[in-house]
């Protein structure tokens, strides 16, 4: 060692720096750049329907008693003769997710005897009021005209991008497919199309 | 030419001083972006991007920033002395500017003024600057600050012994005290070959004189909490930051004058104005600067010290009567 062995340390240190200075860095400028999620991915909840229109949740409440983090309200109602809004005797007269509460943990999912309630990929819902992260049926349903929504074993996953331009950072996934599966998607391109564009 | 000779002496230096004052001050701020750049880069981040292109708006958002920001005055702090030392380290760092000539040109020296003992004159104000330091550590009234300011005190005696003692080994071989006059010595043969011990001894002692990494003792923050100016906030912090960044171009245009040759081109590259080499070299000494702060931890205090006075000085010394002795054979 001593004062060469010293040197060469010294040298060797600043050839490392230099070197970081001119490799890839791994940041993603995220609200222009967008990274690739898994294809089920657990982010903003969607209630889905069946073919024919009718709303696939029974309002059993087995997704709020496996809620660990107690985030959903579900009131159950007895289907009107003239007015079946589901299949079965019952539906969700409310359905209420705190996204606040929500881990986005994917219990409801799983509990969920009929398919109803499934996790989309979209996890940008930031808002100004902590109300505004209460949903209810009508932002969580998916409405009649945009279709069914997809289970998630369906659905080829990616990114919605409702949010300024996504670039592929790595193509192993249809960004625009995975955005078409969810209705939430389609719906945000719409609303939001003055960020979109 | 009529012009600037019928004009009254006091309205050219005024000018010249504006014209100075301003390129520094512009460089000093795009210096503290090209650190955080560089400095970003090598820490595999992409640095300030958000503000206008490659983030070149980054340091007027920071005055802005600076400006706005609330200027605290503890309550045992000395408030004159805690009030008036960020100016007298600002005004030392922007003294020195005052004789440093940044070219030549066949109408004169571009710089304020041309002293014949230039060097002496810039050594001389930025040891003043150290008072600001001091006086700011002391004046806060608190602890950290104090211990700040006593470490710059001790660091500053001790290293500046060992980088005048690096310089005047230049001094002897051009003959002269002029920072003009050294560059023209270096006509043939930069200082950088004949001083190399000198030159190595005058870039770590300029790192410790300047207060910068590895040898920032003085505001470490992971143990002062930012040292010296720990209670300054606002614009008065803003004035230290902007004295140290200067000190530090001041240091980096001092090396390039005295063993990098000046505005002198090398390999008879004549045809680039004599500006660009000495802001190239100068920029370089700035890139070495921040290089050194990503690659190197902290010193200890007492190593820092041992260096200083068991390695650095006796080696400047020796350097020194070598060249001396070398110089008086050799006429």
Redesign the interface.
């Known amino acids: 060692m001593g004062f060469l062995g010293g040197v060469v340390a010294?040298a060797k240190?600043?050839a490392?720096?230099?070197q970081?200075?001119?490799?890839k860095?791994?940041?993603i400028?995220y609200p222009t750049v967008k990274m690739q999620h898994a294809p089920r991915f657990h982010g903003l909840h969607e209630l889905r329907r069946y073919a024919d229109g009718k709303e696939r949740c029974i309002g059993c409440e087995l997704c709020a008693i496996a809620c660990p983090a107690n985030a959903i309200t579900v009131i159950g109602a007895e289907n009107a003769p003239d007015d079946r809004r589901s299949p079965g005797e019952r539906y969700a007269a409310r359905y209420e997710i705190d996204e606040l509460r929500c881990i986005f943990c994917g219990l409801c999912e799983e509990a969920c005897p009929t398919d109803a309630i499934v996790l989309t990929p979209r996890f940008e819902m930031s808002d100004y009021r902590r109300g505004s992260f209460i949903y209810s049926k009508d932002r969580l349903l998916v409405p009649p005209e945009a279709g069914v929504g997809t289970a998630p074993d369906e659905r080829p996953g990616g990114i919605p991008s409702d949010l300024g331009a996504v670039i592929q950072q790595k193509s192993t996934v249809d960004i625009e497919a995975g955005y078409g599966a969810t209705h939430r998607g389609e719906i945000l391109k719409t609303e939001r199309t003055g960020l979109a564009g | 030419m009529d012009v600037l000779s019928a004009a009254p002496w006091w309205l050219i230096a005024l000018i010249k001083s504006a014209i100075v004052l301003f390129v520094v001050v512009t460089t000093f701020a795009y210096s503290m972006l090209f650190e955080r750049k560089?400095m970003a880069?090598?820490?595999?981040?992409?640095g300030p991007?958000r503000t206008g292109p490659w983030g070149m708006l980054q340091p007027a958002a920071d005055a802005v920033k600076m400006l706005f920001k609330e200027d605290l005055t503890p309550n045992t702090a000395d408030p004159l002395m805690y009030k008036l030392a960020p100016f007298i380290s600002l005004v030392c760092a922007m003294g020195a500017f005052a004789v440093i000539p940044f070219s030549e040109s066949s109408a004169g020296l571009w710089g304020v003024g041309d002293v014949n003992a230039g060097i002496l004159v810039i050594f001389a104000i930025t040891s003043i600057g150290v008072y600001g330091i001091s006086l700011a550590g002391w004046s806060s009234g608190s602890k950290f600050p104090l211990l700040g300011s006593v470490r710059s005190t001790a660091q500053m005696i001790s290293y500046e012994l060992a980088m005048t003692m690096s310089v005047i080994g230049v001094l002897i071989i051009a003959g002269t005290t002029s920072l003009a006059g050294i560059v023209h010595a270096q006509n043939r043969v930069w200082f950088i070959l004949p001083q190399i011990v000198g030159f190595i001894i005058y870039i770590i002692t300029a790192v410790a004189e300047t207060n910068r990494a590895p040898f920032d003792l003085v505001e470490a923050e992971s143990e002062l909490v930012g040292g010296f100016h720990t209670e300054y906030s606002g614009l008065r912090f803003g004035l230290f930051f902007i004295a140290e960044y200067l000190n530090m171009i001041t240091v980096a245009c001092i090396a390039t004058l005295l063993f990098l040759g000046g505005w002198n081109a090398p390999l008879g590259l004549t045809f680039v104005p004599g500006i660009v080499w000495f802001v190239l070299k100068a920029g370089l000494f700035i890139f070495m600067y921040i290089?050194l702060r990503?690659?190197?931890p902290r010193l200890r205090y007492d190593r820092l010290m041992n260096f200083g006075w068991k390695v650095l000085l006796p080696v400047a010394t020796l350097n020194l009567l070598i060249t001396a002795a070398v110089v008086a054979v050799t006429g």
């Open positions: 010294l240190g600043f490392t720096t230099f970081f200075a001119f490799q860095k791994p940041t400028a | 560089i880069w090598m820490q595999l981040r992409p991007n290089w990503t690659t190197l």
